[in-house]
């Protein structure tokens, strides 16, 4: 809506993504369609495809990837949140363990992945982990409640105890590099915890703009 001035003053929202079925290969030959709860907002410009479960309440930002087309299945749990150009994406016959089931990715509850992270499987992340900007975690466990700083790197197959705290631009390759990490600071487990609150809120107020409002054209009305 443009007013007399010029500018426009009301809502203009294409509402665009992919949410589809991954392709079949060599490598994936079962085509399986995303599994997301409808209390999931996924922004525009979001891509999922494949053995992907997206559980309540969770925040998937603009231009995440999210492809199980190659390592599959993935599994994002309630609360959390992916933030703008977040990707996952796993490699083939490659897993961890969660709950007596096999995952390319698991990410737990109350996890937050900021923008620009990227989460290659195989891995597992625990319930209520920061992953910061342009962290990347891959072939590693992540236990509950630890954080990742940004730039930091996680990889080599290693575990980190829970409420561990991984300094910006790390690289934690061994697991005696990982027995020594320290305890979350006070600070930064605060922060976390209000990353995950703030993003906790977004999945019922952006759908006011571009759910139960938006129209048959794609438009928010």
Request: proline share 7%; glycine share 10%.
């Amino acid at each position: 809506m443009w007013n007399q001035s010029g500018y426009h003053n009301g809502p203009y929202n294409l509402y665009s993504y992919y949410i589809g079925y991954n392709p079949p290969t060599s490598v994936n030959p079962h085509p399986k369609f995303p599994s997301i709860h409808n209390h999931v907002f996924l922004s525009p410009f979001t891509f999922v495809a494949g053995d992907v479960t997206i559980q309540k309440n969770t925040y998937i930002g603009p231009f995440v990837s999210i492809r199980a087309d190659e390592g599959t299945p993935f599994y994002i749990g309630r609360n959390s949140n992916l933030q703008d150009g977040v990707i996952l994406h796993g490699l083939k016959n490659k897993y961890f363990e969660k709950n007596s089931k096999m995952y390319s990715i698991y990410i737990g509850n109350r996890v937050s992945c900021a923008h620009g992270a990227l989460v290659h499987g195989p891995c597992r992340v625990d319930d209520d982990v920061f992953i910061g900007f342009k962290a990347i975690v891959y072939n590693a466990i992540i236990g509950e409640g630890s954080y990742i700083s940004s730039g930091a790197v996680v990889t080599n197959g290693v575990e980190l105890k829970p409420n561990s705290f991984v300094p910006p631009g790390a690289n934690v390759d061994t697991q005696e590099k990982a027995n020594v990490l320290a305890a979350v600071p006070k600070t930064e487990e605060e922060f976390a915890k209000e990353v995950q609150r703030v993003n906790s809120e977004f999945p019922a107020t952006y759908s006011l703009y571009f759910g139960k409002n938006k129209c048959s054209c794609g438009l928010a009305c």
